[in-house]
């Protein structure tokens, strides 16, 4: 529950008459305390489950310095203290609260009233709101531990800078709602508390253990600590807090790492993709079945995969694939984009699943670099024969990440000075850019340098107009999928036609792609879409020669032209 929905709620319980009064206080606080003289609390509201993972009445009775941190307590002390006797206000002391294995700093102000109570009035903001609650949403909210998308997380950071041998561990307490449904709600608080702190304190680091999901808890520790151990010391401390059960559970373990050959960054990758693709697999997902089936198959396969990948780069393992770029208007080609087509025993399905294992894996920069110095070769072959082809090869956003990919480019391009205007960088995946300015910096570099550049699956991604403001490009390659449910309905092809309009007056020129029908391809053009791109011009083909139709157009598609006979609108 949000932390406003759980004040929103605890406030309508309350009496209509107070509601206003408490309305004005939580316009400020997150938490309210009532404490008497001597700082006992004597009333407790406000997110106090949220944020610290607490219900008021076990703050009831309690002094409440022991909720501080031992080093703010004598601030808290002197809160109460300067206050005693008078009716007066204490503003602004900054306090820290440790609560979800979290520290966490709230601004305290005080108010006492000068009845015969004499109570005093505290209340408590949280500080760096922002920060906690992005916090907040990776932990569970009872027990602390991490929550299923937070572990993931953890235990990947862990995993990647840990040089020891390391398991992961699964615990499931079948039978644990209906034990907790038993206990007293001491017994219930003090079980889950318990068994939290013994999983953090003997995971990695101290805070590498999560509740993946009820009853369900998952931790990532060294090798030397047995799944026997873990069993018999959760067994104590549940008799310890209910001698008379016998309490149900079922434990897995495995190794969290691939096997010693593998470098640090093979590794580190391995188990990012593994853990990342395993928390996400249908079916049971993260479960004790599923972890000893599962992760380690995937771990290796994931390590052969990376294998592979890496053997296709280094042997060339793989052709490229030349596809035309039209003007639709006269069917002259404007250039060809490079595309990726594997060789036998490369490993992968299709180049859409070799490039997406690169790109997910952080492989992608070393293939992209030799794909550009493959075809500047090319293209300098091509010169030799006096033909001066232009032709786009795919760069992932992830690239335009690499400081290292960046410099190693520049240095490819100017090794291929003869050549290297011929090249237009076609930025794909633009999702994975790491820093937009740092992305356009050298994309106007490059422009500045004679190349041409392109935004590609312009309508696909949530963010295309983010990705159009930010980084300024030559072309724009319309999605196939888009174009062609666009082409669908009324309100798809007045959207079609605005984006035609919007990129006009941005002086960047459209290309639509995967155009296969005639209708297609008449329909852009009305839009102001000047290029296209699909198997009605011509499909990818590995025929080197096809290059030297560069701006001109195939006698196939003069004919198309011809009888298509496309005027501009005004
Ligand atoms: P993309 O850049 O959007 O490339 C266009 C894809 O659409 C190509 O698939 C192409 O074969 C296909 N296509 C072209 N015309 C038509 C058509 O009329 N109809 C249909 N149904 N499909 C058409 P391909 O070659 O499988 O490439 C898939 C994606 O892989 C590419 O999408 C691109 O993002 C990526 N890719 C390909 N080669 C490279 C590369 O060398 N480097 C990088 N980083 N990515 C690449
Ligand atoms: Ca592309
Ligand atoms: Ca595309």
């Known amino acids: 529950m949000a932390i406003s929905d759980e004040i929103a709620n605890n406030v309508r319980t309350l009496k209509a008459d107070r509601d206003r009064y408490l309305g004005f206080a939580f316009a400020t606080a997150d938490i309210l305390l009532e404490v008497d003289q001597v700082g006992t609390i004597t009333f407790a509201d406000g997110a106090l489950r949220g944020l610290l993972a607490l219900k008021g009445e076990y703050l009831i009775g309690k002094p409440f310095v022991s909720l501080i941190e031992e080093k703010d307590r004598p601030r808290a002390e002197n809160l109460i203290k300067g206050l005693s006797n008078k009716a007066q206000r204490i503003e602004n002391v900054e306090l820290q609260l440790t609560a979800k294995g979290m520290p966490m700093v709230f601004s305290a102000s005080a108010f006492s009233l000068n009845t015969l109570e004499k109570s005093i009035y505290i209340s408590l903001s949280l500080k760096e709101k922002d920060n906690v609650a992005g916090q907040l949403d990776r932990r569970d909210m009872v027990t602390g531990l991490f929550n299923k998308n937070g572990f993931i997380d953890e235990a990947n950071e862990k995993l990647q800078n840990t040089k020891n041998d390391v398991e992961m561990t699964m615990i499931d307490f079948p039978t644990l709602k209906h034990m907790l449904d038993n206990m007293t709600p001491e017994q219930a608080t003090k079980m889950m508390a318990?068994?939290?702190?013994?999983?953090?304190?003997?995971?990695?680091?101290?805070?590498?253990?999560?509740?993946?999901?009820?009853?369900?808890?998952?931790m990532v520790h060294e090798a030397a600590l047995t799944k026997e151990q873990i069993t018999s010391d959760l067994m104590q401390i549940t008799k310890n807090i209910v001698p008379s059960e016998e309490v149900q559970m079922r434990i897995a373990s495995v190794a969290a790492k691939p096997g010693s050959k593998l470098t640090k960054q093979d590794s580190a990758r391995a188990i990012l993709y593994t853990l990342n693709h395993f928390a996400q697999s249908k079916g049971e997902g993260f479960s004790i079945h599923s972890l000893t089936e599962g992760y380690q198959d995937m771990l290796s396969k994931t390590v052969e995969q990376i294998d592979d990948f890496k053997k296709t780069v280094t042997d060339e393992k793989f052709d490229i694939a030349f596809q035309p770029i039209v003007d639709i208007q006269n069917g002259i080609i404007?250039?060809?984009?490079?595309?990726?087509?594997?060789?036998?025993?490369?490993?992968?399905?299709?180049?859409?699943?070799?490039?997406?294992?690169?790109?997910?894996?952080?492989?992608?920069?070393?293939?992209?670099?030799?794909?550009?110095?493959?075809?500047?070769?090319?293209?300098?072959?091509?010169?030799l024969k006096d033909n001066n082809p232009v032709v786009s090869i795919n760069i992932s956003g992830k690239s335009l990440s690499s400081s290292l990919f960046m410099d190693a480019f520049r240095e490819v391009l100017n090794r291929h000075n003869k050549v290297k205007k011929q090249l237009i960088l076609e930025i794909t995946e633009s999702s994975k850019i790491q820093d937009?300015?740092?992305?356009?910096d050298f994309i106007q570099e490059m422009r500045r340098d004679g190349?041409?550049?392109?935004?590609?699956?312009?309508?696909?991604?949530?963010?295309?107009?983010?990705?159009?403001r930010s980084l300024q490009v030559d072309f724009v390659k319309i999605d196939g999928s888009y174009v062609r449910e666009s082409m669908k309905t009324d309100q798809g092809r007045k959207m079609l036609k605005a984006m035609g309009t919007?990129?006009?007056?941005?002086?960047?020129?459209?290309?639509?792609?995967?155009?296969?029908?005639?209708?297609?391809?008449?329909?852009?053009?009305?839009?102001?879409?000047?290029?296209?791109?699909?198997y009605l011009f011509g499909k990818p083909s590995l025929d080197q020669e096809e290059l030297k139709n560069c701006g001109r157009a195939s006698p196939y598609q003069l004919n198309v032209i011809r009888a298509r006979n496309f005027r501009p609108k005004n």
Do not use: W
């Not at 953090?200 to 999560?210: C, E, M, P, R, V």
């Not at 992968?348 to 992209?368: A, L």
């Not at 190349?451 to 159009?468: K, M, P, T």
């Not at 290309?511 to 391809?521: K, L, R, S």
């Open 334 to 383: 404007h250039h060809y984009e490079c595309l990726v087509r594997l060789k036998e025993g490369a490993g992968f399905q299709n180049p859409f699943q070799f490039i997406t294992f690169g790109e997910e894996t952080g492989y992608i920069s070393e293939f992209d670099l030799l794909m550009t110095k493959r075809t500047l070769d090319l293209l300098l072959e091509a010169k």
């Open 502 to 534: 919007l990129l006009s007056s941005l002086r960047i020129v459209g290309i639509g792609e995967m155009v296969e029908t005639e209708e297609e391809a008449k329909f852009l053009f009305e839009c102001g879409v000047r290029f296209g791109q699909g």
């Open 194 to 218: 318990d068994i939290s702190a013994y999983m953090k304190s003997k995971s990695l680091g101290g805070d590498t253990a999560g509740m993946i999901k009820d009853g369900t808890f998952s």
């Open 451 to 468: 190349n041409l550049c392109c935004l590609d699956d312009f309508g696909v991604a949530e963010s295309s107009f983010d990705y159009l």
């Open 436 to 440: 937009m300015k740092v992305a356009n």
